[in-house]
């Protein structure tokens, strides 16, 4: 029997194991050397980055607060591309409260802390969603909702605004004592717009 080294039984297995891994890396056997195709102006593109994601355009959103008896319209800028997004951001900064810089000017709100609403838009007009128990005193409720209205009202080509609890249409008190509406415009907010 032939004693064949250790040193040389290990090239061969290690030989071995590089041939029955080049036998199975899908590259075809050719005779010789084989150009490489390749498109050099893809290659010099720079890889697409993954985590870098499409953020919204800042655009001015505007936020309607009280000041006095009045309410007083404020713009902000905001991260919207749509005009959902414009509204939820408006409604979001309003939930939110003025601002200091905004309170050293007289803004205030009526809308208790604790106050949920959404809005949906439908075309041409804005749906206010809120809770059932708002909160709202009875004596500001007419600027407390115009605060809601005015500023859905702000976001482009929203020209009505209906309030709904639990999905139903719920009518609101207009300022001045004129009385309840179902559907709210602008116009019925202009006879108490500081600006």
Not at 57 to 64: A, F, G, K, M, S
Not at 102 to 125: F, H, M, S, V
């Amino acid at each position: 029997m032939t004693h064949i080294p250790r040193r040389t039984l290990a090239a061969v297995a290690s030989l071995a194991a590089v041939v029955v891994a080049l036998a199975g890396c899908g590259v075809p056997a050719a005779d010789g050397p084989q150009p490489v195709e390749s498109d050099i102006a893809a290659l010099l593109q720079p890889a697409p980055n993954p985590t870098v994601t499409q953020t919204a355009e800042p655009r001015l959103i505007t936020v309607t607060w009280v000041r006095g008896d009045s309410l007083a319209r404020v713009q902000r800028p905001g991260l919207a591309d749509t005009r959902q997004q414009q509204l939820d951001v408006a409604l979001d900064a309003l939930l939110s409260g003025p601002r200091p810089a905004e309170q050293i000017k007289g803004a205030t709100t009526l809308l208790p802390p604790d106050l949920q609403l959404t809005g949906e838009l439908r075309k041409r007009r804005a749906v206010i969603e809120l809770t059932v128990d708002t909160g709202l005193e009875p004596v500001g409720l007419p600027l407390a909702v115009g605060q809601v209205a005015v500023t859905a009202l702000a976001v482009p080509r929203v020209r009505s605004v209906v309030f709904s609890v639990d999905g139903v249409p719920t009518p609101v008190p207009l300022p001045n004592g004129r009385g309840d509406a179902q559907v709210v415009r602008l116009s019925d907010y202009r006879s108490v717009l500081a600006n």
